[in-house]
Nanobody
Framework: QVQLVESGGGLVQAGGSLRLPCAASGRTFSSYAMGWFRQAPGREREFVAAISWSGANTYYADSVKGRFTISRDNAKNTVYLQMNSLKPEDTAVYFC???????????????????WGQGTQVTVSS
């Protein structure tokens, strides 16, 4: 069982930055690939970024590539989403998720993930 708790959300002006940590419980964090997804009002939840269990491989949605960076610290059981150059269209609830032994193109699919956090709200004003 893995419990995930996101934090770091808030209100920021367009062009600003936020960093979202996601803290995981459990001793096997390093066995899980981690992903970030988001859901805007009236829209489906969508993939944002993912990172392999070792941190060697990262994956990004085209809409955030070059602006967002995913990283992890296995010693702290935490995954981060650094968001720069934020736009109003980035406004959403952001969720982190854990995928046991996740790899490759499966990382883009919500259905691959085993555990989810409750989400943190990010609002970008214009």
């Amino acid at each position: 069982q893995v419990q995930l708790v996101e934090s770091g959300g808030g209100l920021v002006q367009a062009g600003g930055s936020l960093r979202l940590p996601c803290a995981a419980s459990g001793r096997t964090f390093s066995s899980y690939a981690m992903g970030w997804f988001r859901q805007a009002p009236g829209r489906e939840r969508e993939f944002v970024a993912a990172i392999s269990w070792s941190g060697a491989n990262t994956y990004y949605a085209d809409s955030v590539k070059g602006r967002f960076t995913i990283s992890r610290d296995n010693a702290k059981n935490t995954v981060y989403l650094q968001m720069n150059s934020l736009k109003p269209e980035d406004t959403a609830v952001y969720f982190c998720a854990a995928y046991y032994l996740g790899y490759g193109s499966n990382m883009y699919s919500q259905a691959s993930y085993d555990y989810w956090g409750q989400g943190t709200q990010v609002t970008v004003s214009s």
